[in-house]
């Protein structure tokens, strides 16, 4: 598979999630010496072209209100960037943020959404993913997002070198946000 240079759109949880997820991605990476990252969930990816991430988060910032997603479990896989991982339920509201993206950065790359958080890129056995993910419990069944960042980065992300060179272009807060609901 070839690689190469894109810009990746990212949702950005609102606090107390975000401490939440910061915590575990620290807490994971320490534990399997991977690579430490800001807890995201990936929305769009597209060109190469920083200039237009600025003008296109600027603008997404302005329409959009935050979005609250509903966590469904933590999931593992044997895929680098899923080693580990927060899967939320698609919706409505975050297809539309993924679509205005998309227009705004007038990209017609195809990016098939499927709206997770990871926790770990690293490549440990299924049995070490499987006992980690029956470990997390998380506080909250819903967590709101507030904020979207642009990101120059490699794709696909292979390699805790990968991870480490991503490079934030810009971020910018959604217009308003609804208190989030603790369960």
Request: aromatic share 8%; proline share 7%.
């Amino acid at each position: 598979m070839s690689r190469r240079i894109v810009i990746a759109y990212w949702l950005l949880p609102a606090e107390p999630g975000r401490s939440v997820f910061q915590t575990l991605i620290n807490d994971l990476a320490r534990r399997h010496d991977a690579p430490v990252f800001e807890p995201h969930v990936t929305i769009f990816v597209g060109a190469n072209r920083p200039k237009a991430a600025q003008g296109v988060l600027s603008h997404v910032g302005r329409l959009c209100a935050a979005i609250p997603l509903d966590a469904l479990e933590i999931h593992h896989s044997s895929e680098f960037i899923k080693t580990l991982f927060v899967q939320f339920a698609r919706s409505a509201e975050l297809e539309r943020l993924k679509d205005a993206i998309r227009s705004a950065a007038q990209d017609s790359s195809h990016y098939d959404l499927n709206p997770h958080l990871s926790l770990l890129y690293k490549t440990v056995p299924a049995t070490v993913r499987c006992e980690l993910a029956k470990s997390i419990k998380l506080p909250f069944s819903e967590i709101n997002f507030n904020a979207i960042t642009a990101v120059r980065c490699v794709s696909p992300t292979q390699t805790s070198a990968d991870v480490t060179a991503w490079r934030v272009i810009a971020t910018t807060p959604l217009s308003i946000w609804p208190a989030h609901r603790l369960t």
